[in-house]
Every structure is written in structure tokens, then in C-alpha cells.
């Protein structure tokens, strides 16, 4: 599933989650995720869609190395074309996330500047006027002012909070964001203000998007390329137009089908 512009590659990621007795012996095993192989190509946009359970926030985490896969890996591309191995989120600035939860992804007892400078000192970041730009410059790409650093989380909304959330990824300059049901805990009308904001990011910086979502309505707006996951595995990937128009596996016919596509806030037709 290698391309020639991709950014971001898994090769045969499976993750099996052991539980454990008190005694430490193992007692069951779920295999979350199951051979899964895709590729993100630069500056578009690859989702993720299926239902709760499928394994698509377990593959999201373990791309961007929160989580070691039990088999596989996953390969981070370089401006230069060279190739790493991604090991640990905390190594590699090129891949950021946004999560789900605006309101528990934001410690609450230090203010929206420290929240990003952090951001920045995991990737050794430490100059403190460097700091001081790159969350300011951050913080107005997603629409905020340089004074709203100095405010506390539980000050903004959960719409300002996700903005936050972004800016927070944005901070280190990555080239890949992998969003984890970034609009599922916001209104209707705030989910569509955050959708056009990303959108309008990918084209400025030209930023390349994992995006998680169970809404179809939200594949067919921002996407370019979709992966159907169902019990672990991707069972049915397509541009997305494609997808729409002619869906091959019975679980996607049951997608298209069951989910409501037309969103009230958002444009209909997919992303060229």
C-alpha cells in the first residue's frame, strides 16, 4: 500500500489487549486490531470510519505511537524522502494529535501558554523567546489573540477548547495530524466552524490528516481517501467519491445505509 507521496504508512499493525488476574495470569485476550495496512499521501486527507469497537482509535494511537502495536509498524516519511520507524509520540514531532474530548485532553490547572510551551519542550524546544513565538503565531492560526494564552481551559467553550486542542498540535510544525473524533463531543454548529478550520489549515500549510470519525457525513466532506474498519480490520478501502457511489463490502452498504450523510452545517460533496 506504498506511494510515492505518502507521509505516513502502517505495515500489517495488529494489537491483542491481554487481561490479567490478580495473580497476573493471563486470562482472556482481545485482538483489537487485526492486520491493518494503509497509507496517508501529503497534504490529503485519509478517514477512518466504522463503529465503536472497530479499532480505529487503537490503530489512530498507534500511529502516532501512543501505543506499541504487537505486530507491525508504522513508517513516518521525510522532507527528503527517507523513511523512520515512528516508536514513541514523544520522539517524533512530525506526527501530533487532536482528541476526542475537549474537556479532559487540557490540564486544567495551568494556563493555555504553558499547555503549548510544553508541547514544544517535548520536542526540545528550549529557547524561551522561540516559546513565546511559536504559541503565539499557533494560537492565531486557529483564531485566537496572543491574550488568550494567558487564560485557564475552563474559561473557553468546548468549541475554544478543540481550537486549543489544534493549536496544540500545530505548535511543533507537524506534517501529520491525526485527529481522533475531533467534533463527536461538540454541537452541530461548532462541529462545522472546527471542520472548516481544518480544512482551511490543510490547504495553508499544506498538513496531511488521519481522521477517526464514525460520521459519514464527515468522511464525505473532508476526506479524500476512506478506510472502512469493522472487528479489527479494514475491510473495504476507495476515494472517497468512490466509495459513496459504488461501496463493495456489506458493512459499508449497512454504513451508508444507516448513518444520515447530508449534514445540516456542512457541504455535501467531497473534497477534490
Known sequence: MKSEQSVLEAHHLSKTFSTRSFLGRTTSENRAVDDVSLSLNAGQTYALVGESGSGKSTTGRMLQGLITPTSGHVTVRAADGSTAVQTTARANRDVQMIFQDPYSSLNPRRRIRGILEEALRI????D???????????LNAVGFSDEHAERYPHEFSGGQRQRIGIARALVVNPKIIICDEPVSALDVSIQAQILNLLRKLQADLGLSYLFITHDMSVVRYLSHRVGVMYHGRIVEEADTPNLFAAPQHEYTKRLLSS???????LRTSAKA
Open 128 to 138: 524561551p523567546s522561540v516559546l513565546r513565538t511559536k504559541v503565539d503565531e499557533a
Open 123 to 126: 520536542v526540545g524546544e528550549k
Open 259 to 265: 448513518v444520515p450523510i447530508h449534514h445540516p452545517s
